[in-house]
């Protein structure tokens, strides 16, 4: 499922519980699997944020608190924690009141570059594509990439004026693959 603006207006009764289904299931995976002994996949935060964007602002803000919550777990593998924090990062921008001070923004990209770095010298990574990458589970690549392209570098809703700098500059270093 990859976004396009407007979407929600070519939805069906059928496609909406479709994406409940789906969100919940990736919301039931997130939480188990944030458990000692699990480990947590992008791709079910990518799923997460993608249905939760279709159902609307209260979905999309519990799949804020799940993101973040899981970008918490101890469990987290070096190399899965920045797309934890991107998927916050997607939600805070993708909710219709900002839930996010400007400065608060800008603080979340220099978390996820940190994390990125950090994950580069702890985990065996094959490639040098920047953030993209770091992951083993590619299945869902094109969306993490049509989201960050949605929210961060061709923003539907201007990004506050102190922030739009450091999120279109995270957003294109995402999608060109290499840190500017």
């Known amino acids: ?9 070519h939805l069906n009764n059928h496609s909406i519980r479709n994406h409940r289904q789906r969100a ?19 791709t079910d935060a ?13 979905i999309i803000q519990l799949a804020r ?14 190399s899965e924690l920045p797309f934890f924090l991107l998927g916050v990062l997607i939600c805070s921008l993708a909710e219709p009141l900002p839930s996010l001070r400007p400065e608060a923004l800008v603080r979340l990209t220099q978390h996820i570059e940190a994390a990125e770095s950090t994950a580069r010298e702890t985990d065996i990574v094959d490639t040098d594509e920047w953030l993209l990458g770091l992951s083993h589970y590619n ?10 392209h949605h929210f961060l570098v ?6 506050p004026p102190e922030a739009d700098a450091a999120l279109r500059r995270l957003g294109r270093m995402i999608l060109d ?4």
């Open 24 to 42: 919940f299931c990736c919301a039931v995976l997130l939480s188990s699997d944030a458990q000692p002994g699990h480990q947590l996949i992008n």
């Open 154 to 159: 061709e923003p539907q809703r201007p990004h």
């Open 139 to 148: 299945l869902r690549h094109d969306l993490w990439r049509s989201l960050v």
């Open 1 to 9: 499922m990859i976004y396009h603006p407007g979407q929600t207006t």
């Open 65 to 78: 608190r799940c993101l973040a919550g899981c970008s918490l777990a101890p469990e987290i593998e070096p």
């Open 46 to 58: 990518a799923v997460l944020i993608g249905s939760a964007i279709i159902l609307g602002p209260h």
């Open 177 to 180: 693959g290499a840190k500017s």
